[in-house]
Nanobody, 115 residues
């Protein structure tokens, strides 16, 4: 049971990135998926979530209207589209879910926003 994130990198302020989170070892389509991030020296924080069917999503105020979460259950993949990135968005981004009461984290993908 695992997630694998990808898509991170270095981007200039105002730029965009699309993150990917691929789940395996469980029935991906049965579970909500959550994105978290952890900035240097800070605690991990929740930023977005999407229900199992993909029909509803929620966002932290810090990313609302800039980030968009979606999923393709046929590909066991959740996406995080990030727009108008700012230096304060620099962090390692993780996806998460709970399978049978067990928390499942990916290894994270690093996003650096800098000119």
């Amino acid at each position: 049971v695992q997630f694998v994130e990808s898509g991170g990198g270095l981007v200039q302020p105002g730029g965009s990135l699309r993150l990917f989170c691929v789940g395996s070892g469980f029935d991906f389509s049965d579970y909500a998926v959550y994105w978290y991030r952890q900035a240097p020296g800070k605690e991990r924080e929740w930023i977005a979530a999407i229900v199992s069917t993909g029909t509803s999503a929620d966002y932290d105020v810090s990313v609302k209207a800039r980030f968009f979460i979606s999923r393709d259950n046929s590909k066991n993949t959740c996406y995080l589209e990030m727009n108008n990135l700012q230096p304060e968005d620099t962090a390692v981004y993780y996806c998460f879910t709970t399978v049978h009461t067990e928390g499942v984290w990916g290894q994270g993908t690093r996003v650096t926003v800098s000119s």
